[in-house]
């Protein structure tokens, strides 16, 4: 398991008891956390405000996904690796893991431009 890698774990709801097996994007390892992003196949059912914290992930057949997925930015996760079990199925490429940290320095502005 590596940075910017996409694989499937169990993940909790928020709030919620429960929770299911989903695809993430992981962030980043130290030492022995991992920090992840769930990502998703729902997009166009979802409010504005919603699309608007959802990087898509362009090729994601080339990332191992089933689907067209996105990142969404508002669910990130740290766990003890120890916790969860990742089954890898991609990665996402060097261009698109500078375009999500574009899109995520940008969030800030694009919900302020929401809210006016």
């Given amino acids: 398991m590596n940075t910017s890698d996409i694989g499937f774990c169990y993940v909790s709801f928020k709030g919620a008891e429960g929770g299911k097996r989903r695809p993430v994007f992981i962030l980043s390892i130290m030492e022995s956390e991992v920090t992840f992003f769930s990502i998703s196949s729902k997009y166009a059912s979802k409010s504005a405000y919603i699309r608007a914290q959802y990087f898509e992930i362009v090729d994601w057949r080339g ?6 997925s996105w990142i969404d930015i508002d669910s990130k996760r740290t766990m003890d690796i120890s916790d969860v079990s990742f089954d890898l199925v991609g990665t996402l490429p060097p261009s698109a893991v500078n375009d999500l940290a574009d899109f995520i320095e940008s969030y800030p502005a694009r919900i302020a431009t929401m809210r006016q």
């Fill in 63 to 68: 990332a191992g996904l089933p689907k067209a």
